[in-house]
């Protein structure tokens, strides 16, 4: 499969505390974008990490990638109640419009 | 205009009955597509249209049936499922290009009894 596998797999925090998710994909990428999505509703694009990138920031928001390793990691630092939902890591392969999510984690941020 | 609009929100439907979802956007996109996502798993791709040609079909059986029949709009036409495709079904769309960032609509809901 060319899902990414994420880890964790549910995350429990309490409020004002950071937190970490992982994805690892399979094959070469375009890019990495990562989504949340709040309980049976629509994804939102929360932000993108090129091939050619290590890292990037968006507000509370940081992202890594290694290419070598094939993984990335999504960092939210000083954690609200808000932001919980489930968040996925996507993948967009080179040349195509494929973009498959890998498993999510799922973050409770308890206040 | 930057929505992803998907109608309807819930659908309950018999496996001998025949219902379509509606997906709209305004943002000039060129490419859709649709997903289907189970409960606590991630959105599966089924299928992408580009300047309103279908370009992928990840494998899906024929009692699912796309259309996309402006640049705005993409229907799902579906008969005789199964009570298995019980789903969301997302709508996203795209500019096309390298980014290709998704944005999605709020999902239809979809039961079959």
């Known amino acids: 499969s060319q899902q990414g596998e994420e880890d964790p797999q549910a995350l429990s925090i309490q409020e004002g505390e950071n937190a970490t998710m992982n994805c690892s994909y399979k094959t070469s990428i375009n890019n990495l974008q990562w989504y949340r999505q709040n309980s049976g509703r629509g994804l939102v694009h929360l932000i993108l990490?090129?091939?050619?990138?290590r890292e990037k920031h968006s507000g509370r928001l940081r992202v890594t990638l290694d290419t070598s390793k094939k993984s990335s990691s999504l960092l939210i630092t000083a954690s609200r109640a808000a932001d919980t939902a489930s968040y996925f890591c996507?993948?967009?392969?080179?040349?195509?419009?494929?973009?498959?999510f890998g498993a999510g984690t799922r973050l409770f941020v308890k206040a | 205009d930057t929505e992803v609009t998907q109608t309807p929100k819930h659908l309950v439907m018999g496996m001998t009955n025949k219902k379509s979802l509606k997906c709209e956007q305004h943002m000039g996109h060129r490419a859709m597509y649709w997903y289907k996502q189970k409960a606590k798993k991630p959105p599966e791709l089924m299928f992408v249209y580009s300047y309103e040609k279908l370009s992928i079909n990840e494998s899906v059986p024929s009692r699912f049936s796309p259309e996309c029949p402006n640049s705005s709009l993409l229907n799902l036409h579906l008969h005789a499922l199964q009570p298995e495709d019980s789903a969301l079904y997302l709508c996203?769309?795209?500019?096309?290009?390298?980014?290709?960032?998704?944005?999605f609509g709020a999902g239809s809901r979809l039961t079959v009894l």
């Open positions: 996203a769309s795209s500019q096309l290009g390298q980014a290709n960032v998704l944005t």
């Open positions: 996507a993948t967009a392969y080179t040349g195509g419009f494929k973009t498959i």
């Open positions: 990490i090129r091939s050619n990138e």
